[in-house]
């Protein structure tokens, strides 16, 4: 109803079957992937469909995911980065193989939410396999060209506390804006 009212296409696809549940390949096709299936291929393909039917304006991509879909929002950004324009990841952390391959062609605006108490996805990441929430910032901050420090807003919401880290000054207007979830879960 939203999008009908506001005007934007809105497409949420699903990932393969793995063991019973879905998932996103979030490295590079090759021999690390956790299954066979083609995501980024998939999402390209889709995209490009998508664009050949409907009035797509590509300055306005976004792709958001949550969990392992937050974590293949990072990976779009890199390796899809000629057609998604920013990303906002729930929950989800950025791979040491994606940082490593990594080819932003744009400044690209991230959003991330986060808890400090996700055990699924923690927060200080997962050493030599995922980047703490901390270097996934530093890392978009350094590919935006974001320099100042951050704006920090302390908001209290039903006895939540979330400290809500602003950037800007990047290249290209673009932004980076961080959610912490004080002592929040894999949610």
Same mark, same amino acid.
């Given at each position: 109803?939203?999008?009908?009212?506001? @005007?934007?296409?809105?497409?949420? %696809?699903?990932?393969?079957?793995?063991?019973?549940? %879905?998932? =996103? +390949? *979030?490295?590079?096709?090759?021999?690390?992937? $956790?299954?066979?299936?083609?995501?980024?291929?998939?999402?390209?393909?889709?995209?490009?469909?998508?664009?050949?039917?409907?009035?797509?304006?590509?300055?306005?991509?976004?792709?958001? @995911?949550?969990?392992?879909?937050?974590?293949?929002?990072?990976?779009?950004?890199?390796?899809?980065?000629? $057609?998604?324009?920013?990303?906002?990841?729930?929950?989800?952390?950025?791979?040491?193989?994606?940082?490593?391959?990594?080819?932003? !062609?744009? %400044? !690209?605006?991230?959003? !991330?939410?986060? @808890? *400090?108490?996700?055990? !699924?996805?923690?927060?200080?990441?997962?050493?030599?396999?995922?980047?703490?929430?901390?270097?996934?910032?530093?890392? =978009? +901050?350094?590919? +935006? +060209?974001?320099?100042?420090?951050?704006?920090? *807003?302390?908001?209290?919401?039903? @006895?939540?506390?979330?400290?809500?880290?602003?950037?800007?000054?990047?290249?290209?207007?673009?932004?980076?804006?961080?959610? $912490?979830?004080?002592?929040?879960?894999?949610?």
């Amino acid at each position: 109803e939203v999008a009908e009212e506001d @005007g934007f296409i809105l497409i949420y %696809p699903q990932g393969t079957r793995l063991d019973g549940d %879905p998932h =996103w +390949n *979030t490295s590079l096709p090759g021999g690390d992937n $956790k299954s066979s299936a083609d995501d980024y291929g998939f999402v390209g393909a889709m995209l490009d469909d998508l664009s050949l039917n409907y009035a797509i304006d590509s300055s306005r991509v976004y792709a958001a @995911g949550y969990s392992n879909g937050g974590d293949f929002t990072y990976t779009l950004a890199c390796f899809l980065s000629d $057609k998604i324009t920013a990303i906002a990841s729930v929950s989800g952390l950025m791979w040491e193989g994606t940082v490593r391959d990594c080819e932003v !062609t744009h %400044p !690209t605006t991230v959003l !991330t939410i986060h @808890g *400090t108490g996700d055990r !699924t996805r923690p927060y200080d990441g997962w050493e030599e396999y995922m980047l703490s929430i901390e270097q996934s910032i530093s890392f =978009w +901050n350094d590919q +935006n +060209n974001i320099t100042e420090a951050p704006t920090v *807003t302390n908001i209290q919401d039903g @006895g939540t506390n979330i400290l809500r880290y602003d950037y800007f000054g990047g290249d290209g207007g673009s932004i980076q804006r961080h959610y $912490k979830v004080i002592g929040g879960g894999h949610i």
